[in-house]
Structures are given as C-alpha cells and as structure tokens.
C-alpha cells in the first residue's frame, strides 16, 4: 500500500466515523431535557404558536426522516436554521469558526515552540535547579485553571501594565481573506493591523497554551531522558559530535513521536474546549457559541459545532499520521 | 517677474486664507464623544419586532423610537407624547388615535408617516414575535389604519387597559427600507419581513444608527445627525456596546476605565466592591422585579389554600431580605410597590411559626404527611440558597422539601401543565408592559395558565371577574381602583409566598450624567440621555 492509498484509506476511514457521529449527536440532541422551541419563542408562546414553529422544523416528522433532511442538508453546506441567533447556522460557522482556529492554532505553536525547548532543557539539566523550576511549572500548567490564569494574566497586563487589550479580537483587518486576522494582515502586509490583532490574541492563546505547553514539556523531558540513556547517544558523543546536533537532530526525533500524538489530541481537544478562556476574554469563537447553543437547546447549533469539531480533529489526526512516517523511518506506509 | 510675483502673492494669499479658515473648519466639527457600555447578555437579533430581553432591548431603544415614551423626566413609566405627539381614548375605550410627529427623519431620510406605523404593528402581529402577545387579545392585521399621513388609529376588539402603556414597546420601522429588501421567506407576499435586512442594518428612526455588528462580542451605533430631537454638547456621539459574560473581565475593564458603565447582571458582592473603588458610582434603585415562590394550586396538598398560608407564615422574610436579597425591599403582594396601582392595603405574611401550625392542623394535616417538590433554576444560586431557607423553616412545621434544579429550558416545558409544575417554583418576575395589568392579569387571569408567570394556576372565579372588568374599564382612575381591589383576595389565597422586590444596581464612571431607573426594562440605557461630564 503507498502513501496516497494509505491517505486515501485513512479519508474514507473518516466517513463512518462522522457519520456516527452525526446520529450520535443528532439524537442526543433531540433527547435533551428542555423544549427548545418554546425556548425560542419565548415564555408567553401559545401551544399553537409552538407547534407551527415545530412543523415548519419538520420537528413533527420520525426521528430518522429528521436525520435524513438533515444529512442532506450539511452536504449542501445547509446546517439548518439556529433558534439561538435566527439565521442560518452555516452563516454563524462561517463567524465563529476562524476566530477560534486561529486561537487554537497560536496556542497550539506556542506550546510546541515553548514546550519542546524547556523539556529538553529539563532532561539535559535532569536534577539541576532549572529541572526542578520546569516541572514545577509544568505541574501547575497542567494543574491550574486556565479561566484563572486567564483573569491573572488580564490583570496584570492589561490592568496594572496597560500593555495589551483586554478583551476581543480587535478590529478586522481591511481586507479579509481566510477570516484568520493574523493571516489575513500578512497577506495584505498590513502590518499594523497585523500588530493590533496580536496584541489582541496573545493573552488568550498565552492563557490556552499552558495547560498544552506543560504536557510536552513533561513527555519530551521523560522522553528525552529515556533517548540519553541510550547506547547511540553514548556512541555519538564518544564520536565527539556537538552536543547540540545529538540532542536536536538524532534524539529529539527520536523522542518527539509520543508527544506528536498528543499534539494532535491536544489540537482537536482545545477547538472544543476553548469555551472558558473565549468567555474570559470575550473571543467571539466558536466554543463560545457551542456553549450557547447548548445552554439554548439551539439542537440545529449543537450539531454543526460538534461536526465542524469531529471534522477538524479527524484531519488533524490524519496529518498527524502522516507525518509519522517523516518522523520515524520505521513507520512506512508501504508495509502496512 | 511681475507675473511670478503675482503669482506667489496669490499663493500667499491662498495659505493666509487657508490657515485662518482651518481653525474654523475644525472647530466647527462636533468633539467626538464615545461611550462604552458592557452588558453580560448577546444581542440575538436588531429587529425590535423581537426584542423583549434587556440587549436586543438596548438595541431597539437606541436605534428605533417607540410611538410614546417612559416620562423618565419626571422620573416615571407613565407614558408621554414621543413620536406620536397626541392621542385620543374614544370613550368605548376601542379606538385609540395617534397624530405622528411630522419630520421625524428615518436613518435613510425619509419622513416618517403613519403608514410606517401601520405596517410596524402589522409586522409584529404576523411575525408572532416579541411583544405580540401584549396586542394579540385585542387586536389583529388590519386592525390599525392611517387615517392621514400622520395620524394612525388603532381599532381594538374591546377596551383594553393597558393598551397605551404598550406602545413604549412599538418601535417604528421603516416600511420602505424593509419592502425594498425583501427575500424569499414564509410570510407571503411579504418574504422574510426584512429578517435578511435586519442582519446587517437597522430600520429605525432612533438618535443612533448601526454601524457595525459583530455578533456575540460588539455593537457599534454612532449618532444620527438627522435625529429630530436634535443634538446638545456633551451627548455621547459613539457607543461601543460590548458583550462580555465573564465577570471578572468586566470588573476589570470598568476599573481600568476601559468601560465607562456595566450591566445591572454583577452580581452583589462585585457591586459592593465598585461601590468602593474611587471614580465608580454605583447607582441603586428599588426595582419592577417580584422575587416569589409560586405555590401550585392545582398539585395536593398545596390545592388546599390553609396549606399554602401555613407554607407562607412559616417563612423566615427577614433572613431572606437581610442575608440573601441585601438591599432588597420585602415584598407586599403580588405588584412590586413601585409599580403605579400597586396596593399599600395588599395583606402581608410574616412569619408566625404557631399559627403556620394551626393552619396545617385546621387543614387536616399532621407533620411529617407533607413532602413539597422545591424547582429551582440552574444558573440563579440564590434561588438555591431560599430553598435550603425555606426547606429548614417549613422542617418546623413538620414539612419536608425536596430541592431540585432544572436549566431555565427544563422549568418553562414543565410549566406547560399543572401535573407537570412542581409544587413550588422560584421565580424573578419583572414587570413585562408599564402597567399594573402585568402582575395582576398576566400572573392570576387563567389565560395564561402553561406559562412559567403562572406556575401557581391559580383561580378564583371572583378574582378572574374583577381582573376582566378591570381590563375593560376606561376611566383610568376607576381602571386603577379595580386593579388595586384584585391585589386583596390574591394575596389573601396566598398562590405564592411574596418575598422581595430586589435593588437594581448599575454601575458607571463618575463623569457620566444623566443616568434614569425608571423600572422599565431597557429604558435606563437610552444612550441618548447620558452626558459626559470629564
């Protein structure tokens, strides 16, 4: 089997999985306590007014007529209707989703830029103060709240500091292109938008890092420690080879392939987890709206966060397989 | 030579006149004055058509005008002329007629005419949204007429009484601007009644226009130049409305300065800490909301009312008022007492453990016989904090209380019918219309029995007549002594254990002026009102 067949596998492996998925959530979601309906309509609705509003839903039909409008509808890009904000749910994605991507992307490079330096430093320095300092960080990281430390940050930069703003994502850059403002000001070299919106997302993504950072920093220190006990790293120093290319260009590798794995849960994890540091700093994401959605009982919302969520952690775990292969030689597609 | 000198004199000439008309020019341009407000609620929608929470409110009081207006001037919900300057009550009490202000400009600069009025009320009527329920008894599409361009009648099926205090809720719209933009919709001939439209712009008339809105985080409404009632220095020119849930946060910004007011939603003790920060004031005022209890008298043993007045001696108000609702005003029946109509003569229960005994006794109950169901609702702790109040003093008369709580989605479905209502359900309840009709009619009338204002289906036939005569009575001050007649027997029946009318809190930054509670909700954010005084 090469590679593209393996891709190809890999892609077709998904279609079940969300398929699953989307009956999973589909029913859960009609079985929630609470008649979202009503909800919609508000407390003095008649019964009348309720059921209109339920057969123009299609709400009246059986369960998996309901399931097959609705299958029909994602695959034409239609998410159905959302009680919540009342318009269409596609049109909501299409607003919340890039905000929290590109959240979650910046947390995730910071973790893995911070991470991995400090964890191999901690492994090199193993039982050195500095060793001492990074596993205690890295505990309270994983430990700690990160609404709290979110609060903590915002009052001490944005508060007693003044140096960055306290809530949003800031103004749109002129021209948007991806939705992602970071991306969208360097394309347009818009580099004062490009600062302001940085301003904007370096707590927020600092705040959601954390928890990440800490546990690669923690594996990539075990792994590490684990690689430098071994025979060819005893054979490349006693070879006299720079330290540094031992340890960054033959063990780290050899180290890194357990932590890519949580890289890539960690990803899927935080774009549905962000809800806590979204709301603390009023990022208008799409975690943010899942919550709202499923405070609301907005069913039609609920589904479309939970698929969009299932679909992006599915491809990040497929790239994260992928690059498997480049990482570690003995994984080849061809001899699966 | 002489013609390069004559050059360069026109040129000096031209830069003289320049640098003395710059000055002028810039002076002439109006300061800049913006405002940022932080409310802890999403706006969901700009069509007012919808609007009945406190943000969607805010967003239809500022960018719409409503037919009459709250008299906030002299610091009351009676209504005052607004964008209608007249009217007149045929003496049947069935046709009200409105004379429209001329010259009120819509954001697009179309004058305003009844026709817009007409379509509005229509609009709202076919939508079902909103306020509609507060019309839909008494009137229908087709039901109000222009009857000149600026005078607009509203034929009602029967005397309604607190008919003119609901066009504080009719906000204008501009019929053109939404007939010009229809899409495809369910409404027939009429589309999406502007519902695509209302996503990216508004169709008001109001002292603010939208200027950008990002949903879920920011609002951006800048002054309306054209606004008929004309502008004066020191108004706010640009309102930043911001949507930020987490408390924390919002503490924060309005102590950094980075908000100049935030929301009523903090919770006590955050008030109490801004309270006490420099350069904060927080404003209090005794509020149209009636914290109660409502006892179901449909659900044995609670259909027997010497339960439900033993169940209402036994509550320990003091402890509620002075450790759970600090600051609050206990309440005295069913109206909150700064609502107009509402009845010092109402009865009030204290608490009087001996006599809760004997009630129970006379009712043919011995302790330990009863088990009540107690709802709360997830999300408001202080109604759990009540519960454990109320299930410890109602142990001393030998009741027991099951707790439970239930999302808000939960309490409205169980709402629906009597069997499925528990026991007793706590409950805030803010005045929805500017009338004592509200807490009387819409909380004891059998009409509105299966929604969560009436958990209590409550019914007492001599209650339900005088409600209804009430309703139908003209003369307003014979209309108010009725309403205030209702409050006695309801009280009496005790459907509800009447606990408190809570403070509203708001707090802002000490240069802003002219801030005005006057218990209707969303009318203390009309950003038009406020000054900045720095």
């Given amino acids: ?336 | 030579m002489i013609r390069q000198r004559h050059l360069a004199n026109t040129l000096a000439a031209i830069v003289a006149v320049a640098l003395i008309a710059l000055p002028a020019s810039v002076s002439s341009q109006v300061r800049e004055v913006p405002f940022t407000y932080i409310e802890q609620q999403i706006i969901t929608s700009i069509d007012p058509a919808g609007a009945v929470d406190e943000s969607s409110l805010h967003s239809a009081i500022n960018l719409y005008d409503p037919l009459l207006y709250p008299n906030v001037e002299k610091g009351t919900m009676e209504p005052r002329p607004h964008v209608a300057e007249s009217w007149t009550i045929s003496p049947d009490g069935k046709t009200y007629t409105f004379k429209i202000r001329p010259g009120i400009k819509f954001h697009t600069g179309r004058e305003m005419t009844a026709e817009d009025v007409v379509f509005t009320m229509d609009r709202v009527l076919r939508l079902k949204r909103g306020f509609f329920w507060v019309w839909a008894p008494v009137l229908e599409p087709g039901s109000t007429k222009a009857v000149g361009r600026h005078t607009v009648r509203f034929q009602l099926k029967e005397a309604y009484a607190p008919f003119l205090g609901t066009m504080l809720l009719l906000f204008i719209m501009d019929k053109d601007l939404i007939m010009a933009n229809l899409r495809p919709g369910p409404f027939g001939e009429f589309g999406d009644y502007g519902a695509g439209l209302l996503d990216r712009q508004d169709a008001g008339s109001g002292p603010y226009r939208m200027e950008k809105w990002e949903r879920a985080t920011e609002m951006v409404m800048a002054r309306f130049d054209g606004y008929w009632r004309g502008w004066k220095p020191g108004q706010i020119s640009k309102v930043f409305y911001k949507t930020v849930l987490e408390e924390a946060t919002v503490k924060t910004l309005i102590i950094a300065g980075q908000a100049d007011m935030v929301n009523q939603w903090l919770s006590p003790p955050s008030f109490l800490e801004l309270k006490q920060t420099p350069g904060i004031v927080v404003k209090e005022d005794p509020s149209v909301q009636l914290f109660h209890l409502l006892m179901n008298t449909k659900k044995p043993p609670l259909d027997n009312v010497k339960v439900r007045q033993a169940v209402s001696y036994a509550f320990n108000y003091d402890i509620a008022i002075q450790q759970i609702f600090v600051g609050a005003t206990k309440a005295r029946g069913p109206v909150p007492i700064k609502v107009p109509g509402w009845n010092p003569q109402t009865p009030v229960y204290g608490r009087n453990v001996a006599r809760a005994k004997q009630l129970l006794s006379e009712a043919g109950f011995k302790p330990g016989e009863i088990t009540l169901e107690y709802l709360w609702i997830t999300g408001v702790p202080m109604e759990r904090l009540i519960g454990l109040l109320l299930k410890s003093n109602l142990e001393e008369i030998g009741i027991k209380t099951e707790i439970i709580g239930e999302p808000w989605g939960r309490v409205v479905e169980r709402a629906a019918k009597a069997e499925t209502t528990p026991h007793i359900t706590a409950i805030f309840d803010t005045l929805k219309y500017p009338h004592v009709d509200s807490h009387t009619y819409g909380m004891y009338h059998p009409s509105c029995w299966g929604t969560f204002r009436c958990m209590s289906f409550y019914e007492n036939p001599a209650v339900t007549k005088l409600l209804e005569q009430a309703r139908r009575t003209v003369d307003p001050a014979a209309q108010m002594k009725l309403y205030q007649e209702v409050q006695i027997p309801i009280a009496k029946d005790a459907p509800s254990i009447y606990i408190a009318n809570p403070l509203h809190r708001i707090a802002f930054r000490d240069y802003v002026k002219g801030y005005r509670y006057v218990g209707l909700l969303g009318f203390d954010c009309a950003f038009y009102d406020f000054t900045i005084a720095r």
Avoid: C
């Avoid at chain 1, 700690?144 to 500091?161: D, E, K």
């Avoid at chain 1, 546990?215 to 070879?239: F, G, K, P, T, V």
């Fill in chain 1, 1 to 336: 089997m090469g590679f593209r067949t393996y891709v190809l596998r890999r892609i077709l492996h998904m279609i079940p999985v969300m398929v699953g998925l989307s009956i999973l959530i589909f029913v859960i979601s009609r079985v929630m306590p609470g008649d979202p309906v009503r909800l919609a309509l508000g407390p003095e609705a008649t019964i009348e007014q309720v059921e209109q509003l339920r057969r123009q839903m299609g709400l009246d039909k059986p369960l998996h007529v309901q399931y097959l409008a609705y299958l029909s509808g994602v695959f034409r890009g239609d998410f159905g209707y959302s009680l919540l904000t009342r318009r269409a749910v596609a049109k909501d994605l299409k607003d919340f989703f890039p905000a929290t991507l590109e959240l979650t992307t910046l947390a995730m490079v910071l973790a893995i830029l911070l991470g991995i330096p400090l964890g191999v430093r901690a492994a090199v320095r193993k039982d050195a103060l500095e060793d001492h300092v990074n596993r205690v960080v890295a505990l309270a990281g994983v430990a700690l709240p990160r609404f709290w430390l979110a609060i903590l940050l915002q009052i001490a930069f944005a508060y007693h500091l003044g140096l960055l703003p306290t809530i949003g994502r800031g103004p749109a850059p002129a021209t948007q292109i991806t939705g992602l403002y970071l991306l969208d000001s360097l394309l347009t070299l818009d580099l004062s938008a490009f600062i302001v919106s940085l301003k904007h997302i370096a707590m927020p993504a600092f705040a959601l890092s954390v928890g990440t950072l800490a546990q690669i920093m923690r594996l990539i220190r075990a792994s590490m420690i684990e690689e430098l006990r071994r025979d060819h790293a005893l054979a490349a120093r006693s070879y006299g080879l720079p330290s540094n290319l031992i340890i960054y260009r033959y063990l780290l590798k050899n180290a890194f392939t357990s932590t890519l794995t949580i890289i890539g849960l960690s990803y899927g994890f935080l774009l549905g987890n962000a809800f806590l540091v979204e709301r603390v700093f009023a990022w208008p994401g799409l975690a943010f709206y899942g919550v709202d959605t499923l405070l609301a009982k907005d069913f039609n919302g609920v589904i479309a966060v939970t698929l969009v969520v299932g679909v992006a952690y599915a491809v990040i775990n497929l790239f994260v397989d992928i690059l498997y292969g480049y990482i570690d030689p003995r994984v080849r597609y061809g001899e699966g």
